[in-house]
């Protein structure tokens, strides 16, 4: 962080920047309040800006207000308020409608699998503090009470419903009905490395493999060679796949087109786009489980090109994802991971990218991801991998050794 920077002073009024590097504003108080030692009280701003430039600005509407003789105290705004917050909507109502109206970044409504997924973590830990609270009323200290009353368990569903109600209050601070967000707890929303995911190793995908049904064995293949979501994995059909063939017929290579995924919302199978903008992909099969990908496709797969590869037994539409559960649990029980979650055969797969030499915008085409932070969150290392380094290390350090004894 760059030194600190002392006070400023402004045409009218002083900017300082804070420890956190954000910058706070300040003026002397127009009506002339005297302290007890008989300086004039100084009025700080309520909110802290970004950089010096918002505070300057800051300045000048407060210095317009004071000219046009419109100019009020922080402290009577904030009761006044106050006031009118306590009579104010209640959060719960409040930020239903906000779900059905927020949009993502390509200005589209949310996903129906991510209005389920903010539902649930707003119902179960949100909504018993906080809904029948009137929006304008929050204050930082319920939030921050409210926070530490989650306990250390289920790490990512209260970073998740952190970042729900700072998300809410942020659009309430700007439909007026709050004076700053009261989510302020640093970290607080952050899923990086809420939980440290160790990958499968080869022994232990070997294991699981056996131990998986034939006909969902490559289910297992793809979510970790592929990078793919078990959403994608359950919609791929026949036309997603691409063989190629050498002169004699024998499969050479195989791509995966990934345009769409399933998930169910309510009880509902839903297909529709992949989780990001970036999820609609080709993927290059690795050599090495191509003919997986064939003999499945022979002995498994439905003729037409909109055959499923991955369908219900019972009614031959989309799997459920709690029917390929059931299969996956005792594969992980028979390979002693039962802490692996399906979706980490993905991150698996990409970890095994990294070592393998990819880039970050290489991982983030494979695995469809549209934010570099979140391809690089599957960069970890593996234990097998640090051995190998350190390996290394000590064969270069006795060549190193030999040569100079030559």
Same mark, same amino acid.
């Given at each position: 962080?760059?030194?600190?920077?002392?006070?400023?002073?402004?045409?009218?009024?002083?900017?300082?920047?804070?420890?956190?590097?954000?910058?706070?504003?300040?003026y +002397?108080?127009?009506?002339?309040?005297?302290?007890?030692?008989?300086n004039? %009280?100084r009025?700080?701003?309520?909110?802290?800006?970004? &950089?010096?430039?918002?505070?300057?600005?800051?300045?000048a509407?407060?210095?317009?207000?004071?000219?046009?003789?419109?100019?009020?105290?922080?402290?009577?705004?904030?009761?006044?308020?106050?006031?009118?917050?306590?009579q104010?909507?209640?959060?719960g109502?409040y930020?239903?409608?906000? +779900?059905?109206?927020?949009?993502?970044?390509?200005?589209?409504?949310?996903?129906p699998?991510?209005?389920?997924?903010?539902e649930?973590?707003l119902?179960?830990?949100?909504?018993?503090?906080?809904?029948? %609270?009137?929006?304008?009323?929050?204050?930082?200290d319920?939030?921050?009470?409210?926070?530490?009353?989650?306990?250390?368990?289920?790490?990512?569903?209260?970073?998740r419903?952190?970042?729900?109600?700072?998300?809410?209050?942020?659009?309430?601070?700007?439909?007026?009905?709050? =004076?700053?967000?009261?989510?302020t707890?640093?970290?607080?929303?952050?899923?990086?490395?809420?939980?440290?995911?160790?990958p499968a190793?080869? &022994?232990?995908?070997?294991?699981?493999?056996?131990?998986?049904?034939?006909?969902?064995?490559?289910?297992?293949? +793809?979510?970790?060679?592929?990078?793919?979501?078990?959403?994608? %994995?359950?919609? =791929?059909?026949?036309g997603?796949?691409?063989?190629?063939?050498?002169?004699?017929?024998?499969?050479?290579?195989?791509l %995966?087109?990934v345009?769409?995924?399933?998930?169910?919302?309510?009880?509902?199978?839903?297909?529709?786009?992949?989780?990001?903008?970036?999820?609609?992909r080709?993927?290059?099969?690795?050599p090495?489980?191509?003919?997986?990908?064939?003999?499945?496709?022979?002995?498994?797969?439905?003729?037409?090109? &909109?055959?499923?590869?991955?369908?219900?037994p019972?009614?031959?539409g989309? +799997?459920?994802?709690?029917s390929?559960?059931?299969?996956? &649990?005792?594969?992980?029980?028979?390979?002693?991971r039962?802490? =692996?979650?399906?979706?980490?055969?993905?991150?698996?797969?990409?970890?095994?990218a990294?070592?393998?030499?990819?880039?970050?915008?290489e991982?983030m085409?494979?695995?469809?991801?549209?934010?570099?932070?979140?391809?690089?969150?599957?960069?970890?290392?593996?234990?097998?991998?640090?051995?190998?380094i350190?390996?290394r290390?000590?064969?270069?350090?006795?060549?190193?050794?030999s040569a100079?004894?030559?």
């Amino acid at each position: 962080m760059p030194p600190r920077k002392r006070r400023q002073k402004a045409r009218f009024g002083h900017t300082r920047q804070l420890p956190s590097g954000r910058w706070q504003a300040s003026y +002397l108080d127009p009506r002339g309040t005297l302290t007890p030692r008989g300086n004039r %009280v100084r009025i700080t701003s309520p909110l802290t800006f970004v &950089d010096e430039r918002d505070a300057h600005l800051w300045l000048a509407a407060v210095e317009r207000e004071i000219s046009h003789g419109t100019w009020r105290h922080p402290d009577e705004v904030a009761a006044e308020a106050s006031a009118s917050a306590a009579q104010g909507e209640p959060f719960g109502s409040y930020v239903e409608r906000w +779900l059905l109206e927020r949009r993502t970044s390509q200005g589209k409504p949310l996903a129906p699998s991510t209005v389920q997924s903010h539902e649930r973590a707003l119902r179960l830990m949100v909504y018993p503090t906080f809904k029948d %609270v009137p929006v304008g009323a929050i204050t930082p200290d319920q939030v921050r009470t409210w926070y530490a009353g989650l306990g250390a368990g289920r790490s990512a569903m209260r970073a998740r419903a952190y970042s729900i109600l700072r998300a809410a209050c942020t659009t309430a601070v700007e439909d007026g009905l709050l =004076l700053a967000n009261p989510c302020t707890i640093r970290g607080a929303g952050n899923t990086a490395g809420v939980s440290k995911l160790r990958p499968a190793s080869l &022994d232990e995908l070997e294991a699981i493999l056996g131990a998986m049904p034939s006909e969902l064995r490559l289910s297992v293949v +793809l979510a970790t060679w592929c990078a793919l979501r078990s959403g994608e %994995v359950r919609e =791929l059909r026949r036309g997603d796949i691409e063989v190629t063939r050498d002169d004699d017929g024998t499969p050479t290579a195989a791509l %995966v087109r990934v345009t769409r995924g399933v998930t169910t919302v309510h009880g509902k199978f839903v297909i529709g786009d992949p989780k990001s903008s970036a999820g609609k992909r080709d993927v290059t099969v690795p050599p090495h489980v191509v003919a997986d990908v064939v003999e499945h496709l022979e002995k498994h797969t439905g003729k037409g090109k &909109d055959a499923l590869l991955f369908p219900a037994p019972t009614h031959g539409g989309s +799997l459920a994802h709690s029917s390929l559960h059931k299969a996956w &649990d005792r594969a992980r029980k028979a390979a002693e991971r039962p802490d =692996l979650r399906f979706h980490d055969l993905r991150h698996t797969g990409l970890t095994f990218a990294a070592q393998a030499g990819a880039t970050t915008r290489e991982l983030m085409e494979r695995g469809g991801h549209s934010n570099p932070r979140i391809a690089l969150m599957y960069q970890h290392s593996t234990t097998e991998r640090q051995e190998f380094i350190a390996r290394r290390l000590s064969e270069l350090a006795a060549g190193e050794d030999s040569a100079a004894s030559e």
